[in-house]
């Protein structure tokens, strides 16, 4: 990486590095584009938190971590990838941690954040040996959206379990009617609220989303909400990584399955993030260059989070507003982290928001990961066959793992009888040797989940 040549001065010496002149950036431009970026995901600090103390985490530990976190992989990655993207926790991780690993398989949260120790150490050990692009390159473009697509289904699936709709209490869905009450109500508004100011364009429709939908039942006297106060600054989740935590889950098929899970949400949907926030921008055609670095940090980042006590740390695809602004080299990102540490001095107001006000940026999160499904990009009926078997089980059997280890397996099977069938008619048509010991790796977990019963994740 070439450091910056401060004899020509700083601010040329600056300009220089993050490539102002190629990208024709301005200063302006790079903060108006770090301050958007910053309001348009600074709900995340709300929503992690209140979504990890369901797992039993300790709240102001949680808030803390996320935020030193965030800033630090945040500035790192505007410094030694020079791209303008954000990094927090993500949010699908949060609510796969909460609501699977710790809600239904009973996993204690320390054993929780060992396992997304171990999915990051994964993903590191894949980008240095340098297989990453490969496993990438290989694996159906079809295939990664009906992961993605899942992924934001599964969220959906979160905000209608936490408003009480769907229930995975008893080990399978049950579905309640609505209850017409106050937290019913502000629900509808956050996410009026929501979707009306992202229409308009404003940056910020998450996060007044969550303070509708939270000032209404906070006001009403809402008794789940916290308690406001000046707390000591503290991270009591941190540490929780040892060799009793360790121990208790490597030889764990269930743990392992989980551990499969979380790398797989994190490996393909950074690259996807990645793909889309450059695609069609001026700074595109340095993907190849500093998209390794930047994926190398997304692990690193949730490596050194999870000794914090956060869950995965991932690319913000809000990252896309500072870039629509005109956000093109690394200062983007640098703005939008040290505006984090701000949000620091906001922690005691940030504690008083209920879970059920995090509801409308769930909902509209999920649609909006679903919405990426590309209707018009010829799917065929095989694919939508797939993708509605993996949204069928993420509904019914709250399962992320058996979704994607079935669109695996699925399109595994179809590259087997293209080859087939393709080889009658003296077509050469290759196997695909990473999609199917893919498939195989992830079947054998999903037939040891069935014969155990430990299916869940």
């Not at 302006?28 to 600074?42: I, K, R, Y």
């Not at 509808?188 to 100011?197: C, H, N, P, Q």
């Not at 066959?385 to 399109?411: E, H, N, P, R, W």
Request: hydrophobic share 55%; aromatic share 12%; net charge neutral.
């Amino acid at each position: 990486m070439q450091a910056p040549n401060f004899g020509k001065g700083i601010v040329a010496a600056v300009e220089e590095y993050f490539y102002f002149s190629k990208h024709n950036a301005r200063w302006g431009t790079e903060v108006l584009a770090g301050t958007s970026t910053f309001a348009s995901l600074v709900y995340i600090f709300i929503v992690t938190p209140t979504i990890l103390q369901l797992a039993g985490m300790d709240l102001v530990s949680v808030l803390y971590a996320a935020i030193i976190i965030s800033s630090i992989s945040t500035i790192a990655m505007g410094i030694f990838a020079r791209l303008p993207f954000a990094l927090a926790p993500g949010l699908e991780m949060s609510t796969y941690v909460a609501f699977t690993v710790v809600g239904l398989l009973g996993f204690d949260w320390r054993q929780a954040l060992a396992m997304i120790f171990l999915s990051s150490l994964l993903f590191v050990i894949l980008t240095i040996a340098k297989v990453r692009d490969t496993l990438i390159d290989q694996v159906p473009v079809k295939l990664k959206h009906a992961i993605t697509f899942s992924i934001g289904l599964f969220l959906v699936v979160v905000s209608l379990n936490l408003i009480g709709v769907f229930d995975y209490s008893r080990g399978f869905l049950t579905v309640s009617s609505v209850e017409l009450n106050l937290t019913f109500y502000s629900v509808m508004i956050g996410l009026a609220v929501t979707f009306f100011f992202s229409r308009v364009g404003f940056s910020g429709s998450i996060l007044l989303g969550i303070l509708v939908c939270g000032l209404i039942q906070i006001f009403a006297g809402d008794p789940t909400a916290y308690n406001p106060g000046f707390e000591d600054f503290r991270l009591t989740n941190a540490n929780a990584i040892n060799l009793q935590s360790l121990s208790s889950i490597v030889f764990s098929v269930q743990a392992m399955i989980v551990v499969l899970t979380l790398f797989l949400i994190d490996f393909y949907g950074s690259v996807a993030k990645f793909i889309g926030l450059l695609e069609g921008k001026s700074m595109s055609s340095d993907l190849r260059e500093r998209a390794p670095r930047a994926l190398s940090l997304d692990g690193i980042a949730t490596f050194f989070g999870s000794f914090l006590g956060v869950t995965s740390i991932t690319t913000f695809v809000e990252s896309g507003v500072g870039i629509n602004v005109g956000g093109r080299t690394g200062v983007t990102a640098i703005v939008c982290g040290l505006l984090m540490i701000l949000v620091l001095f906001l922690a005691p107001y940030i504690l008083m928001i209920p879970a059920t006000a995090t509801v409308p940026a769930l909902t509209y999160i999920g649609f909006k990961i679903m919405r990426t499904l590309p209707l018009g990009e010829g799917l065929d009926n095989f694919d939508w066959l797939i993708i509605t078997v993996m949204s069928g089980l993420v509904i019914i059997d709250f399962s992320l793992f058996t979704a994607l280890s079935t669109g695996f397996l699925g399109y595994a099977v179809k590259n087997v009888l293209r080859v087939y069938s393709h080889k009658i008619e003296f077509v050469n048509v290759r196997l695909n040797w990473i999609l199917i010991l893919s498939a195989i790796i992830l079947g054998c977990f999903l037939v040891l989940g069935w014969l155990f019963g430990i299916n869940r994740a």
